[in-house]
């Protein structure tokens, strides 16, 4: 059975930083791309950073120079560092998983994933 767990999300004030975790399990391909979305209210889900097998990373615009996305493949565990964090990034975060080499582009309309976790919520407050 795939399991993505997140976790780390918080309420933090403007200018502050969080990081998240997303411990996986159960997956059975060998190779994938893993990507963090994420969902404020009353806003489209939008694909936030993804990495590929190969360590390479893709960000959002709106995200780019303050968010790192990273993974240890011996902890099974995919990370998003974020740093001087807005108002606007308040949202509930998801890692995502898709079986196959490389990432697709982290534009809209997504590639549908092949597994989700359910999310940890971020609050920005200002």
């Known amino acids: 059975q795939v399991r993505l767990v997140e976790s780390g999300g918080d309420s933090v004030q403007a200018g502050g930083s969080l990081r998240l975790s997303c411990v996986v399990s159960?997956?059975?391909?060998?190779?994938?791309?893993m990507t963090w979305f994420r969902q404020g209210a009353s806003k489209d889900r939008e694909g936030v950073a993804s990495?590929?097998?190969?360590?390479?990373?893709t960000y959002a615009s709106s995200v780019k120079g303050r968010f790192t996305i990273s993974k240890d493949n011996s902890k099974n565990t995919l990370s998003l560092q974020m740093n001087s964090l807005k108002v606007e990034d308040t949202g509930m975060y998801y890692c995502?998983?898709?079986?196959?080499?490389?990432?697709?582009?982290?534009?809209?309309?997504?590639?549908?994933?092949?597994?989700w976790g359910k999310g940890t919520l971020v609050t920005i407050s200002s």
């Open positions: 159960g997956l059975n391909h060998t190779t994938y791309c």
């Open positions: 995502a998983a898709l079986a196959g080499v490389g990432c697709p582009p982290l534009v809209k309309p997504y590639h549908d994933m092949d597994y």
């Open positions: 990495i590929d097998d190969d360590g390479r990373t």
